[in-house]
């Protein structure tokens, strides 16, 4: 089983998992624990390959597909006993949690999609065919910085950018060839995945300054009937970390209006 940690407030509190994206650990959450914590009972995964899931006794992962990844949360959902909970996703999260809604749409009570990766720009296309090109030659570090840069450019993006690439380190270069992999044809997977709308309760958290993947979101959510985007001003792409305040004030807004929904619904229809 990957790696996980809870922070459990109380039995009658409703639960909140957390999805990293590629190349980052559940630290990138750090500024977002204290006030969810004060709020839900909070659980954290280190995707396979990632953080302390790197070196799990006795667990090779031979194949990586985003099914796979997905279900090795569901698989912690389970070993904790969780019936349900709102998931809280950045980056490449955000696909790992929108599968989830496809393969255990009863486990989920709501989605915070931040930075949603959507569809691929022709510059982060253009990125990805070279990376596949040299990823066997060149160090992958040297790769990791230059996405690094190209998706958060900004003196602003300066904290985001240093802890990506801070927690990147912590990969090997094995590692990184297999996450990569799933980059092969990802607009096809993506336009396949993103078509389809469960009916969750969605909010897209995007950065103004996230040039390569905010006008997407903004598609995506006018074609879609349970979503909703919220615009963070002077941020780029890993909201939560650029504007942490702003982004806890949003996400947990979100959640608790919907478990008070959720509640009132009950409460009509106690059966």
Not at 2 to 21: A, M, N, P, Q, S
Not at 71 to 98: A, C
Not at 169 to 197: A, M, P, S, V, Y
Request: aromatic share 12%; with cysteine; net charge positive.
């Amino acid at each position: 089983m990957i790696h996980y940690k809870t922070y459990i407030r109380g039995e009658d509190c409703e639960w909140v998992t957390f999805v990293h994206g590629a190349g980052g650990s559940s630290s990138i959450w750090c500024k977002q624990l204290k006030a969810y914590k004060e709020n839900f009972n909070v659980l954290l995964v280190d995707m396979r390959g990632h953080g302390k899931s790197k070196n799990i006794p006795g667990k090779l992962f031979k194949t990586y597909t985003f099914d796979d990844v997905s279900r090795d949360i569901i698989e912690v959902l389970d070993h904790l006993k969780i019936t349900s909970t709102h998931f809280v996703g950045i980056s490449l999260g955000t696909i790992i949690v929108q599968i989830i809604s496809e393969q255990a749409p009863e486990r989920m009570r709501s989605m915070v999609l931040a930075g949603a990766v959507t569809h691929m720009n022709v510059r982060s296309q253009v990125l990805i065919t070279l990376g596949n090109m040299v990823k066997h030659f060149i160090p992958y570090m040297w790769l990791y910085r230059l996405f690094a840069w190209v998706i958060m450019p900004s003196k602003r993006h300066k904290e985001s950018r240093s802890l990506f690439i801070r927690e990147a380190k912590k990969l090997c270069q094995k590692e990184f060839k297999r996450w990569f992999k799933l980059t092969k044809g990802i607009n096809r997977f993506l336009g396949t995945l993103f078509d389809k709308e469960p009916p969750i309760p969605t909010l897209f958290i995007m950065g103004d300054e996230d040039h390569m993947f905010l006008p997407f979101v903004q598609m995506r959510v006018k074609k879609r009937q349970f979503a909703q985007l919220s615009l963070v001003a002077d941020c780029g792409h890993v909201v939560n970390v650029d504007q942490p305040e702003e982004f806890n004030r949003i996400s947990i807004g979100f959640i608790q209006k919907q478990s008070t929904i959720a509640h009132g619904m009950y409460a009509l229809n106690p059966a």
